[in-house]
């Protein structure tokens, strides 16, 4: 199931709710339209029981307000369900289906959070995780295991007190070694920071232990497609549950 893929770029902006990713998103559309062509495609967690987005605060694009930069920039957003193994491959045709169709970069907002999200992040070329000044204590982003899939990381909201604090302790965490991402602060709210971004995120080299760390989930999702795209796979649950099928039995029809 590799689809065609045009020229052009997939990056994952993720990090744990609140920190500004749509913020900085509309900040990096504002420089980039309308010099290129890009969508973002924005993963939306939806709680099952409110029916809502579970963040509530879905971000109006400000960029879209502007006539010059709205026509070169593509929003959806795709809400995802708790049992939605099937958003990150319903992501990737999307991708592929925009680079095929003329868009230089497709970006794609998660929060790292679950593993459905983090698979979503899994498909782009290069993963930018977001941090931030955080009301708890600690890095957000290194409980959620998002900082081995990281290529850069932006630490945003460098307008409050904090944020050097974050650089610091985000320094800490990462072994030093030659492959640990770079780190830059940057505010959303004042734009401080934010006209590098355009240049670096084109320009951004893939971590060899980011590549593992996303090779190693397209593989089990690749895996998990292969078991549920399975014609049988639904007859073979029933006869789990019916027949006592063991799991070996099962996965040994399934593969
Ligand atoms: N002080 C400050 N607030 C920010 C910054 N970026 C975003 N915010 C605020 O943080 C909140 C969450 O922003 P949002 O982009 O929706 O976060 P997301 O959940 O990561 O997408 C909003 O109230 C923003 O106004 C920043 O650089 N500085
Ligand atoms: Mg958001």
Redesign the pocket.
């Known amino acids: 199931m590799e689809p065609i893929r045009g020229e052009g770029l997939v990056i994952a902006i993720t990090?744990?709710?609140?920190?500004?990713?749509?913020?900085?998103v509309d900040g990096l559309l504002h420089r980039l339209a309308p010099e290129h062509i890009v969508a973002v495609l924005a993963v939306d967690p939806t709680s099952p029981l409110s029916g809502g987005a579970l963040?509530g605060?879905r971000?109006r694009f400000s960029v879209l307000d502007d006539d010059s930069k709205a026509d070169s920039i593509y929003v959806r957003s795709i809400a995802t369900r708790s049992s939605s193994g099937a958003v990150p491959s319903i992501i990737q045709s999307l991708a592929s289906h925009l680079l095929g169709n003329g868009f230089g970069l497709v970006i794609i907002?998660t929060?790292g959070a679950g593993q459905a999200e983090i698979r979503c992040a899994a498909i782009a070329d290069r993963i930018i995780v977001?941090e931030?000044p955080a009301r708890g204590d600690g890095i957000q982003a290194e409980k959620a295991g998002l900082l081995e899939l990281a290529d850069l990381l932006i630490v945003?909201?460098?307008?409050?007190p904090g944020a050097d604090k974050v650089v610091n302790d985000l320094t800490m965490s990462l072994s030093i070694t030659d492959d640990s991402p770079e780190i830059i602060k940057?505010?959303?709210?004042?734009g401080d920071g934010l006209d590098q971004l355009p240049a670096m995120i084109f320009a951004l080299e893939s971590r060899v232990s980011s590549q593992r760390a996303r090779n190693r989930q397209r593989l089990l999702m690749a895996h998990e497609h292969l078991l549920t795209a399975n014609p049988n796979f639904e007859a073979i649950l029933d006869r789990i549950s019916q027949e006592g099928l063991s799991l070996a039995q099962a996965l040994e029809e399934l593969s």
């Open positions: 990090g744990p709710p609140g920190v500004g990713k749509s913020c900085l963040l605060d971000i907002e929060v977001v931030g945003n909201k460098s307008d409050l940057v505010s959303a709210l004042t």
